[in-house]
């Protein structure tokens, strides 16, 4: 709890400052959750409680367990780009004290999401970018695509990463000199 706190106590609470839960055990609750698969706000809440006694072990849990609509207001509120550069941070984190190497290969690809389309450009399926590091089988970042621009987005996902050690593939359409300055740039 102690490196999530630290990692985490830089992402601005974006609620009321009279609000009961604690922001770093909402976000450590939410993240237990989606490890153990909870796909939304009501399955972080039913995941709190169903594991209320181990929680309490390392959370204080003041007001008990966040509700799902408590999960959703901080969600809905949060800034994405302070909780990407925190949630980057932590899996850093999260590696080295795991010993997971990663360095090797690092896959650079973008993917449109089937059926996630972005109001007003039905016909327009919204665009990621995914970076993964192939020998510790860990997604290391996933970045929107500004404008369905892949190219553009990898670029802005590779500003977040330390690359250092590592050898980054791509597809065809990265093979350009701001791709192959920003890998290098970054250690890559």
């Known amino acids: 709890m102690g490196k999530f706190r630290t990692i985490f106590r830089r992402v601005p609470d974006p609620r009321a400052t009279n609000a009961s839960h604690d922001l770093l055990e909402v976000l450590l609750i939410a993240l237990a959750a989606v490890l153990c698969g909870a796909?939304?706000?009501?399955?972080?809440?039913?995941?709190?409680?169903?594991?209320?006694?181990l929680l309490r072990l390392f959370l204080r849990l003041e007001h008990g367990i966040p509700s799902h609509d408590t999960f959703?207001?901080?969600?809905?509120?949060?800034?994405?780009?302070?909780?990407e550069l925190a949630f980057c941070r932590f899996m850093a984190?999260?590696?080295?004290?795991?010993?997971?190497?990663?360095?090797?290969?690092?896959?650079?690809?973008?993917?449109a999401l089937r059926g996630a389309y972005e109001r007003g450009g039905r016909a327009t399926p919204m665009q990621l970018v995914n970076v993964f590091a192939v020998e510790a089988r860990m997604a290391l970042a996933q970045h929107k695509a500004p404008g369905r621009n892949e190219t553009a987005g990898a670029l802005e996902v590779l500003e977040l990463l330390s690359l250092e050690g590592c050898i980054?593939?791509?597809?065809?359409?990265h093979c350009h000199?701001?791709?192959?300055?920003?890998?290098?740039e970054r250690g890559g």
């Open 168 to 173: 980054v593939t791509a597809d065809a359409l």
């Open 39 to 53: 796909e939304n706000c009501s399955d972080m809440a039913v995941f709190g409680h169903s594991k209320e006694g």
């Open 93 to 111: 984190a999260f590696a080295k004290s795991n010993g997971l190497n990663l360095t090797g290969v690092v896959a650079v690809d973008g993917k």
């Open 177 to 184: 000199r701001a791709f192959a300055a920003a890998v290098l």
């Open 72 to 83: 959703s207001r901080v969600f809905r509120r949060l800034k994405p780009e302070a909780f």
